[in-house]
């Protein structure tokens, strides 16, 4: 018959088809296995799978001319903590202890140059830690900062925060910006004491392995030691930038003013008088005590105004730092409604 094959042949032929067979078999499985697993393992975001950015470090580490500014911060706002030390400063101190290290008096000969020089030295530190990305290889200076900027604190400070406890406070901040600073007045006036306000912008890694930009405001306090002014005291707030647009009249100053100096302290005589230059904010008004009041506030950056100094004069003198008990007006008025 002419469709007769010989047995040999056939033979051949499956031995042949069998490796074919078991070659489509595994790249079928193997697709499958890949699919459920990048399945199970990947992260979901906003409905989507989130994929892996593919970065080749070396080519953007060999390219010119590159304004690096633009890669940390999406704001316009200057940065201020730019005050470099020497390279040969750091060389000298790299992978030293703190207690190694001697500063130069320059660095915090005055509250304004310690603030400063304090965030300097901290801008391009940065502490990474195991599941939360935003880079790729070493980041900045790497922990590098940290004993340095460590020898700032003032004696008392480092007594209650152990440089071991101080590094950890730093875990998964991986970049800083100092984009405002200013002095207030304290409460409690203290000798040799200075209290400051600040906003800093920091870049932080997350689980989905992209930075995100992150915004705190806070309050520094700094204490004379020997003429140097070292940070004693620190308190940082984390700005939410989903409460102004939604909740309360608390984060915008004119109204803030109206109803906790207004209606709380019934202490408003007339119209509001409102000036603001950069993101200070004053709002001035005649008192039903026969004084003037004037109340300042900062714009943060999520846009809403903090309240961080009182001031009072009598008519035609100089304004004198107060501190008005808002809580205690509000329980007064509470009682005076009962």
């Not at 940390?72 to 730019?82: A, D, E, G, M, T």
Request: aromatic content about 14%.
């Amino acid at each position: 018959m002419n469709n007769w094959i010989p047995p040999t042949i056939k033979l051949a032929l499956r031995k042949k088809r069998i490796p074919i067979f078991i070659f489509i078999l595994c790249a079928v499985l193997s697709c499958v296995l890949s699919f459920h697993k990048k399945h199970e393992t990947a992260i979901m975001v906003m409905g989507g799978l989130l994929e892996a950015q593919y970065i080749n470090c070396e080519d953007f580490l060999e390219s010119n001319a590159v304004d690096f500014e633009t890669y940390f911060r999406p704001s316009k706002l200057p940065v201020l903590n730019n005050k470099i030390l020497s390279q040969e400063f750091l060389n000298e101190n790299y992978d030293k202890k703190p207690e190694e290290i001697s500063l130069p008096d320059s660095l915090t000969d005055s509250p304004d140059n310690t603030i400063l020089n304090y965030f300097s030295i901290l801008r391009d530190a940065a502490n990474p830690v195991v599941g939360r990305s935003a880079g790729c290889g070493t980041i900045g200076d790497a922990t590098a900062p940290y004993p340095i900027s460590y020898q700032l604190l003032s004696t008392q400070f480092q007594k209650n925060l152990p440089y071991s406890d101080y590094v950890k406070t730093y875990e998964n901040i991986l970049h800083i910006n100092l984009i405002k600073y200013h002095q207030v007045p304290m409460e409690a006036p203290q000798e040799n004491m200075v209290r400051y306000f600040v906003e800093i912008e920091t870049i932080e890694g997350s689980a989905k392995d992209t930075g995100v930009f992150a915004y705190y405001y806070g309050f520094v306090d700094l204490v004379k030691e020997e003429n140097q002014y070292k940070i004693s005291d620190i308190h940082y707030f984390g700005e939410n930038f989903l409460c102004a647009p939604y909740h309360g009249w608390q984060w915008e100053a004119e109204g803030n003013v109206q109803i906790r100096y207004g209606e709380w302290c019934k202490l408003i005589k007339g119209d509001l008088r409102k000036s603001q230059k950069d993101y200070t904010i004053r709002i001035e008004f005649d008192g039903n005590d026969g004084y003037q009041y004037c109340i300042v506030f900062f714009q943060l950056t999520n846009g809403t105004d903090l309240e961080v100094a009182q001031y009072r004069r009598i008519s035609g003198g100089s304004w004198k730092p107060i501190f008005i008990d808002l809580e205690e007006c509000l329980e007064n008025n509470k009682k005076t409604l009962q």
